[in-house]
């Protein structure tokens, strides 16, 4: 748990007594490649921190394409928020790119928690929030920046995915064709 406690930590130190209560609740799990975390019509019933591996989250349009919209390796989290609060079916699918162990939290432990120990309502806080400014700024790049543009803005927020990630699932993040992103890249480089 030293990863999840690092990330914690990073926002506000716990008491050894507080560290212990969040690892009563929080489970370790491990989830093969092409493995699902959720999948569109089900519930988010689980908030998920990477300790090893790739996740992506995603949705399918009406033609059958589907559209990435977040990745999460090591020191992420990942859930649908909306379904995950609501307890609404999801639209979503959050799906492990690779062989991956994570630790999970479902809704009723991490409520008791927000009572329990306050610095995590305000851990949990400051993650949704980083996560809701990142969504932001991908929706202006979205309409305001060109293709490289974002390809760069990718770079700059998953350094450690654009060699681990194929063309195909970088570019469904960009909203381009694997085939313009090798072109970006290759501009690129040179």
Same mark, same amino acid.
């Given at each position: 748990?030293?990863?999840?406690?690092?990330?914690?930590?990073? #926002?506000? *130190?716990?008491?050894?007594?507080?560290?212990e209560?969040?690892?009563?609740?929080? =489970?370790?799990?491990? =989830? %093969?490649?092409? /493995?699902?975390? $959720? %999948?569109?019509?089900?519930?988010?019933?689980?908030?998920?921190?990477?300790?090893?591996?790739?996740?992506?989250?995603?949705? #399918? +349009?009406?033609?059958? &394409?589907?559209? !990435?919209?977040? &990745?999460?390796?090591?020191? +992420?989290?990942?859930?649908?928020?909306?379904?995950?609060y609501t307890?609404?079916?999801?639209?979503?699918?959050?799906?492990? =790119?690779? +062989?991956?162990?994570?630790?999970?939290?479902?809704? *009723?432990?991490?409520?008791?928690?927000?009572?329990?120990?306050?610095?995590? !309502?305000?851990? &949990?806080?400051?993650?949704?929030? !980083? !996560?809701?400014?990142?969504?932001?700024?991908?929706?202006?790049?979205?309409?305001?920046?060109?293709?490289?543009?974002?390809? $760069?803005?990718?770079?700059?927020?998953?350094?450690?995915?654009?060699? @681990? $990630?194929?063309?195909?699932?970088?570019?469904s993040?960009? /909203?381009?064709? *694997?085939?313009? $992103?090798?072109?970006?890249?290759? @501009?690129?480089?040179?």
């Amino acid at each position: 748990m030293q990863s999840l406690f690092k990330e914690f930590e990073e #926002i506000l *130190p716990l008491s050894e007594e507080e560290s212990e209560l969040i690892e009563s609740k929080i =489970i370790l799990s491990t =989830i %093969k490649r092409k /493995g699902f975390l $959720l %999948k569109e019509g089900s519930v988010c019933r689980h908030y998920t921190f990477v300790k090893k591996g790739c996740f992506k989250m995603y949705g #399918i +349009d009406d033609k059958g &394409f589907s559209h !990435n919209i977040q &990745f999460a390796a090591e020191g +992420d989290w990942i859930a649908d928020i909306g379904s995950f609060y609501t307890q609404i079916a999801s639209k979503l699918y959050i799906e492990a =790119i690779e +062989d991956s162990e994570i630790y999970q939290i479902n809704q *009723p432990n991490l409520y008791e928690l927000f009572i329990e120990v306050h610095k995590v !309502n305000r851990m &949990f806080k400051v993650i949704s929030e !980083n !996560n809701f400014v990142e969504i932001q700024n991908r929706v202006l790049q979205n309409f305001s920046s060109t293709a490289e543009q974002r390809y $760069l803005s990718f770079l700059e927020q998953y350094p450690q995915l654009s060699n @681990r $990630l194929p063309n195909t699932q970088i570019a469904s993040y960009l /909203g381009i064709t *694997p085939e313009f $992103l090798s072109k970006i890249r290759k @501009r690129l480089k040179g």
